[in-house]
């Protein structure tokens, strides 16, 4: 260990310094050896800490070359639960082994009697036991729910569900209470500050969510910052009174107002260029979500509005002219934004939240469902240029809460997008007032590497330095 590359977000540079004891003993302590990059606290700005917290507890299945190596990875995971209690898995693809469906055989072979749930990688497929499906009142002679179906080879129940038929064993595998979501809430914290944060953002919290985080911050048990927004669905406005924390605050709520591009649900105002005749649906009357966004203000809270197509952003525009929130409302995602959109957006004094990860995961489909509309997707540096303040996220776990790739992604996009090294930390700073003391990221630079050069983040893996340790 050598050298330390500190980054000073004022005079937008790297310096480099010899290491002192203290900092070379933090270093190494995080198994980081050879020249480091320290950066100031890094944030994620939209995730989702529950999903995150269950899917650690699930054997992932991600890449398994045959149904029998799913099955072999589960068994393994059967091994260190207690008899009778659920093994549960997810990211199965049959693609992978020739495209055949999985049958329940060859779980009740190797697990014979166990509860075992395995979810397909898209989420839209279980692959069940016998004893699942059991335990969930599924016979043979169930019929086909509305939205979904139950998979038969020669008339006998496989065990793979297809949508909406993966409910009732979902429901019966479902864990609930107290102690399971403060377990999950903790371990999506630790998970994070393994990655090298300091904190990030809930975006979508049930009252009851919120209570738990505030209790476990008031216990001194919270790992990392936590702010959280309540979920508004189904026309509630959700509220809930809590006294301020050290490390967790509710900030506002959060709206959906269209879907995603991977499954042609986000709102654009003209065709998906692949599929003739589709362009998403708004989930809102432009009317009722201007008077849910005023109410909310009135309520002296947030709000974090989710629009992915234009015809989306277009819809949350008009509702925040109405509404009058300025800069306490954010938009999600943003990803199809024309210019003048981006405008609209800064006159009106709007943030903006974005997750540069997804240009890398999206890469493969993304320009055949937007055609020439690609130039205006993904864009980050047209909103700082606009004046637009910017947070990024990665919306874990859709995407690993990894700041290296958050930075890859804005270094290194198309030219008049890119960020520089300052723009890209500036976007996952804390918010003000909590985090800032939290711990510092660290990386190890490969020998050799130019800093200022970002292609040494492709796999690079930052782990968290205690404050005390810093330069
Ligand atoms: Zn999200």
Request: net charge negative.
């Given at each position: 260990m050598?050298?330390?590359?500190t980054?000073?977000?004022?005079?937008?540079?790297?310096?480099?310094?010899?290491v002192?004891?203290?900092l070379?003993g933090?270093?190494?302590?995080?198994?980081?050896?050879?020249?480091?990059?320290?950066?100031?606290p890094?944030?994620?700005?939209?995730g989702?800490?529950?999903?995150?917290?269950?899917?650690?507890e699930?054997t992932?299945?991600?890449?398994s070359?045959s149904?029998?190596e799913?099955?072999?990875?589960l068994a393994?995971?059967?091994a260190e639960?207690a008899?009778?209690s659920?093994?549960?898995?997810f990211g199965w693809?049959?693609?992978?082994?020739?495209?055949?469906f999985?049958?329940?055989?060859?779980?009740?072979?190797?697990?014979?009697g166990?509860?075992?749930?395995?979810?397909r990688?898209d989420?839209?497929?279980?692959?069940a036991?016998?004893?699942?499906?059991?335990?969930?009142?599924?016979?043979?002679?169930?019929?086909?729910?509305?939205g979904g179906?139950f998979?038969?080879?020669?008339?006998?129940?496989?065990?793979?569900l297809?949508?909406?038929?993966?409910?009732?064993?979902e429901?019966a595998?479902?864990e609930t209470?107290?102690?399971v979501?403060?377990r999950?809430?903790?371990?999506?914290?630790?998970?994070?500050r393994?990655?090298g944060?300091?904190?990030?953002?809930?975006?979508?919290?049930e009252?009851?969510?919120?209570?738990i985080?505030s209790?476990?911050d008031r216990a001194?048990?919270?790992?990392?910052?936590?702010?959280g927004?309540?979920?508004a669905?189904?026309g509630?406005?959700?509220s809930v009174?809590?006294?301020p924390?050290?490390m967790?605050?509710?900030?506002?709520?959060k709206?959906?107002t269209?879907?995603a591009l991977?499954?042609?649900g986000a709102?654009?105002?003209e065709?998906?260029s692949d599929?003739p005749?589709?362009?998403g649906?708004?989930?809102?009357?432009t009317?009722d979500?201007g008077?849910a966004?005023r109410?909310?203000a009135?309520?002296?809270?947030?709000?974090?509005v989710?629009?992915?197509g234009?015809?989306a952003?277009?819809?949350?525009l008009?509702?925040?002219e109405?509404?009058?929130?300025?800069?306490?409302?954010?938009?999600?995602?943003?990803?199809v934004?024309?210019?003048?959109?981006v405008?609209r957006?800064a006159?009106?004094?709007?943030?903006?939240?974005?997750?540069?990860?997804h240009?890398?995961?999206?890469?493969?489909w993304?320009?055949a469902?937007?055609?020439s509309?690609s130039?205006?997707?993904y864009?980050?540096?047209?909103?700082l240029?606009?004046?637009i303040p910017?947070?990024f996220g990665?919306?874990f776990?859709?995407?690993?809460?990894d700041?290296?790739?958050t930075?890859l992604?804005a270094l290194t996009?198309?030219?008049?997008?890119?960020?520089?090294?300052?723009?890209?930390?500036?976007?996952?700073?804390?918010?003000?007032?909590l985090g800032g003391?939290?711990p510092?990221?660290?990386?190890?630079?490969?020998?050799?590497?130019?800093?200022?050069?970002?292609?040494?983040?492709?796999?690079?893996?930052f782990?968290?330095?205690?404050?005390d340790?810093?330069?």
């Amino acid at each position: 260990m050598n050298t330390a590359w500190t980054f000073d977000p004022a005079a937008g540079r790297w310096q480099s310094r010899t290491v002192d004891p203290a900092l070379r003993g933090a270093l190494e302590g995080a198994g980081l050896h050879g020249d480091t990059a320290v950066f100031p606290p890094l944030w994620d700005h939209h995730g989702h800490l529950l999903w995150l917290g269950s899917l650690l507890e699930q054997t992932d299945l991600r890449g398994s070359a045959s149904a029998l190596e799913a099955v072999e990875r589960l068994a393994s995971a059967a091994a260190e639960t207690a008899p009778g209690s659920w093994v549960r898995g997810f990211g199965w693809d049959q693609n992978l082994w020739g495209g055949e469906f999985p049958d329940r055989d060859l779980l009740d072979r190797r697990l014979p009697g166990v509860p075992v749930l395995a979810n397909r990688v898209d989420g839209h497929a279980g692959w069940a036991s016998t004893e699942a499906l059991r335990r969930a009142g599924i016979s043979e002679d169930v019929q086909d729910p509305q939205g979904g179906r139950f998979l038969r080879r020669e008339g006998r129940l496989t065990g793979v569900l297809l949508d909406r038929a993966m409910e009732p064993v979902e429901e019966a595998a479902r864990e609930t209470g107290r102690e399971v979501l403060e377990r999950r809430f903790l371990s999506a914290c630790s998970h994070l500050r393994s990655r090298g944060l300091c904190g990030a953002t809930d975006m979508g919290l049930e009252p009851e969510h919120a209570e738990i985080l505030s209790r476990l911050d008031r216990a001194g048990r919270l790992p990392i910052a936590v702010v959280g927004y309540l979920w508004a669905r189904d026309g509630r406005l959700p509220s809930v009174d809590l006294p301020p924390g050290k490390m967790f605050r509710l900030a506002g709520r959060k709206f959906f107002t269209d879907g995603a591009l991977g499954s042609r649900g986000a709102a654009l105002f003209e065709d998906y260029s692949d599929a003739p005749g589709e362009r998403g649906h708004l989930l809102w009357e432009t009317g009722d979500l201007g008077e849910a966004l005023r109410r909310t203000a009135a309520d002296g809270m947030e709000a974090a509005v989710h629009a992915i197509g234009d015809r989306a952003l277009d819809q949350v525009l008009a509702a925040a002219e109405a509404a009058r929130m300025g800069p306490l409302l954010r938009v999600e995602h943003a990803q199809v934004a024309p210019a003048r959109s981006v405008q609209r957006m800064a006159r009106l004094g709007l943030r903006a939240s974005l997750q540069p990860c997804h240009r890398l995961s999206d890469a493969d489909w993304a320009p055949a469902r937007l055609g020439s509309r690609s130039d205006d997707a993904y864009g980050l540096a047209r909103f700082l240029r606009a004046g637009i303040p910017l947070h990024f996220g990665t919306d874990f776990p859709i995407e690993e809460p990894d700041p290296a790739r958050t930075l890859l992604a804005a270094l290194t996009h198309r030219e008049g997008e890119a960020l520089t090294w300052s723009e890209a930390l500036w976007a996952c700073r804390p918010p003000e007032g909590l985090g800032g003391s939290g711990p510092l990221p660290a990386a190890a630079l490969p020998t050799g590497a130019d800093p200022h050069d970002p292609s040494w983040l492709r796999g690079a893996r930052f782990a968290a330095l205690a404050r005390d340790a810093s330069p």
